[in-house]
C-alpha cells in the first residue's frame, strides 16, 4: 500500500532550491509572520512554570471549551467539550485520524482535484480508495455537486475537502456547501471538513460546513492554527464532530500520538482567547499582497481567477506552451523564482501553479518582473515554434 | 483610507498606483486622500531610516533627560523651543515622571555630545539639570528590527 503513494511532488525543486541562492520562493505554504509575541510569550510563562508535562489524551479541557465557545460564537455550532472536541498535533494528524476512524478497507473517499497533498495519501495509507473529484477554473475550483454525484458508488464512504482550498485560494461560499450538503444527505455520506483556513477570507464571511442543517452529525469539523494565527510549529490543531467519530479518532489518537504538545496547547488557547487582533493585521496585510499578485499575474497574461481564501493564487499557465512541472522547473532555473506545479496537487492542477503570497510585497513585486521576463521568453520560442 | 496610511507607514516609497491595487481604492481617490493629508500636516514628512555605521560614517545618539523649571503662562513650550531648535537635538519629547523633557541628540563623537550638554543645554536659564545616556546598539527604530537575525527561516518549499 505505501507503494501506491508516491514520493511528494516537490522533493526535486527542494534539492534545487538548496544549490542555489537569491532565490524568491513562492513556494512556501506557511506564513512568513513569526507567531505573535503575546502568544509566545504566553508558552514561555508556562514553561517556567513547570508545565512540560502530558495532558489529557483529548488535550487540556479549557482549550476544548474554547474550541467549542469559537465553533459556536462564530458559526452557531455547538459541541461538547467532554466528548466532541480531540486536541490533535496539527490538522495534518486530524485528517489522518479521521480517515482511519471512518475508512473500511475498500472504502472511496471523494476528494476535490487539485487538493492538499496529504488527503489522498491519507485514505490511501488508512486502507481506502481516494477518488478525485475535478474542479476547474471555469467554476473557480469550487466543488460543483453534480460533480461529486456521479462519482458515487456503493462503496463512497464519504467526502475530504478543504476550504479556503490550498492550492487554488478558492473559497465555497454557504450556498456552494448547501449543494454538497444535499448531495452528503442523499448518500448518506460523512463528510471530513478541513477547515484550516476558514478564518482566513476576503471579501467574505468565514463558514462551516457543519452550520449546515442536518450536516453537523454526518461532519468532522478540523480546525487548526497554523495558518490564521502563524503558529505552524507548534503543531496543534482540533477535530470537533459527533461522538461517535470522535470518539473512535480519539482511541486511535491516544496509543498513537498520546496528547499534543501542552506548549502548543497553551499557546492555541491564548491565540483563541486573545489573538483575534493580530490575526486581523495579518489578514490585512495578506488582502494587499492578494490584491498585488492577481493584478500582476492577469496583466502578464497568465490568467488568474480571483482566490477569495487561503494565502495562494493559481494562475494559468497554458498561455507559455509548457506543462505546470515545465514551467515551474524552468522558471526556477532561468529566473530563480520558486512555485509549485499545480500538478503536485492532483491531476486537474495541469495547467496552474500554485503561488503563495505570505511573502512581503516587495519579494513579490520581484517576483513578478522575473515571472514577466520568462514568460516572454516563452511566448516568443512558441511562436517561433508554432 | 487608514489602509493607505498603514502602508505608506510601513514604506513611504509605496505610489499612489501601487496602494490602488493592494486596496482597491481608485488611484484619484488615493491621491486625494496623501494630497490632503500633506495639507494637513497629518503626514509630517517621508523619510528614510539609515545605518549610518554601516555607510561608514560615525555617529553618536544620546538619550538625555532635562529637568526644568515651568515659566508663568508659557509653562514648558518656550523652554522647549529654546532646546529643540538646536540642530543637534533629533527629537524631543515633553513626558510625565521624574524628569520634564526627553531628548534624543546626535553629534558625530561622544565630545560633540558631552560639549553640547556642558555649553548649550546646561546653562539655559531654568534648565536645572541633565542626565545624559549615551546609546550603545540600535535593536529596533520604528517598528523596524535593525539588528540581524530577521531573514526568513522558513523552508524553501513546503505544501
Ligand atoms: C489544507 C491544509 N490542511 C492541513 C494542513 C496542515 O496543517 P497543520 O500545520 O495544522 O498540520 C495544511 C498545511 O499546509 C493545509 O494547507
Not at chain 1, 460546513?209 to 490564521?228: C, E, N
Request: proline share 5%; net charge negative.
Amino acid at each position: 500500500m505505501l507503494d501506491k503513494v508516491p514520493p511528494s511532488g516537490i522533493r526535486k525543486f527542494f534539492d534545487l532550491i538548496a544549490s542555489m541562492d537569491d532565490v524568491i520562493s513562492l513556494g512556501v505554504g506557511e506564513p512568513d509572520f513569526a507567531t505573535p509575541w503575546h502568544i509566545t510569550e504566553t508558552a514561555i510563562r508556562s514553561l517556567e512554570q513547570g508545565l512540560t508535562m502530558y495532558t489529557s489524551n483529548c488535550g487540556m479541557l479549557e482549550l476544548r471549551q474554547e474550541v467549542a465557545g469559537h465553533l459556536k460564537a462564530t458559526y452557531g455550532v455547538e459541541y461538547d467539550p467532554e466528548t466532541e472536541v480531540l486536541i490533535t498535533n496539527g490538522v495534518s494528524e486530524g485528517v489522518d485520524l479521521a480517515m482511519r476512524a471512518v475508512i473500511d478497507p475498500g472504502d472511496e473517499i471523494l476528494i476535490p482535484d487539485p487538493s492538499y497533498v496529504a488527503y489522498p495519501a491519507c485514505v490511501l495509507f488508512a486502507g481506502g480508495q481516494p477518488v478525485w473529484v475535478p474542479t476547474s477554473c471555469d467554476s473557480e475550483f469550487r466543488l460543483r455537486p453534480e460533480d461529486v454525484g456521479v462519482r458515487i458508488t456503493e462503496r463512497t464512504k464519504g467526502l475530504l475537502m478543504g476550504y479556503p482550498s490550498n492550492p487554488t485560494g478558492a473559497v465555497m461560499e454557504l450556498s456552494d456547501l448547501a449543494k454538497i450538503a444535499d448531495v452528503a444527505e442523499r448518500h448518506d455520506l460523512v463528510v471530513i471538513s478541513d477547515e484550516i483556513y476558514s478564518l482566513m477570507v476576503y471579501g467574505t464571511e468565514p463558514n462551516c460546513f457543519a452550520s449546515l442543517p442536518g450536516m453537523r452529525d454526518r461532519t468532522i469539523v478540523l480546525g487548526g492554527f497554523s495558518k490564521a494565527y502563524a503558529m505552524t510549529g507548534w503543531r496543534i490543531g482540533y477535530a470537533a464532530g459527533d461522538s461517535r467519530f470522535i470518539g473512535a479518532m480519539t482511541k486511535i489518537h491516544q496509543y498513537t500520538a498520546l496528547c499534543a504538545p501542552i506548549m502548543g496547547q497553551v499557546a492555541a488557547l491564548e491565540a483563541l482567547r486573545a489573538g483575534a487582533e493580530e490575526a486581523g493585521k495579518m489578514l490585512e496585510e495578506y488582502d494587499r499582497r492578494r490584491r498585488v499578485v492577481i493584478k500582476g499575474f492577469n496583466e502578464i497574461g497568465l490568467n488568474c481567477f480571483e482566490p477569495r481564501g487561503a494565502f495562494y493564487a493559481f494562475p494559468s499557465i497554458v498561455s507559455t506552451g509548457l506543462t505546470s512541472e515545465q514551467f515551474a522547473e524552468r522558471l526556477l532555473l532561468e529566473e530563480k523564482v520558486a512555485v509549485v506545479p499545480g500538478t503536485a496537487f492532483g491531476p486537474s492542477g495541469e495547467g496552474h501553479v500554485r503561488v503563495c503570497y505570505a511573502t512581503s510585497i516587495s519579494n513579490i513585486e520581484e517576483a513578478l518582473k522575473r515571472i514577466t521576463l520568462f514568460v516572454k521568453r516563452c511566448r516568443s520560442k512558441k511562436r517561433a515554434r508554432d | 483610507m487608514k489602509q493607505v496610511f498603514e502602508i505608506l507607514e510601513k514604506d513611504s516609497r509605496t505610489t499612489p498606483e501601487e496602494i490602488a491595487t493592494m486596496t482597491g481604492i481608485p488611484v484619484a481617490e488615493v491621491e486625494d486622500i496623501i494630497n490632503k493629508a500633506e495639507r494637513e500636516r497629518a503626514i509630517v514628512k517621508y523619510k528614510t531610516i539609515l545605518d549610518w555605521r554601516k555607510l561608514g560614517e560615525a555617529e553618536v545618539l544620546a538619550l538625555i533627560e532635562v529637568r526644568i523649571q515651568p515659566q508663568m503662562d508659557v509653562g514648558f513650550d518656550a523652554l522647549a523651543e529654546r532646546v529643540y531648535r538646536f540642530p543637534q537635538v533629533r527629537s524631543a519629547y515633553l513626558v510625565s515622571g521624574g524628569y520634564d523633557l526627553a531628548l534624543v541628540v546626535q553629534g558625530k563623537t561622544m565630545h560633540d555630545v558631552a560639549d553640547f550638554v556642558a555649553e548649550k543645554l546646561a546653562p539655559l536659564q531654568g534648565v536645572q539639570g541633565t542626565v545624559t545616556h549615551f546609546l550603545l546598539k540600535r535593536y529596533k527604530e520604528d517598528g523596524e528590527i535593525l539588528v540581524s537575525g530577521e531573514e526568513d527561516k522558513r523552508l524553501p518549499i513546503t505544501m
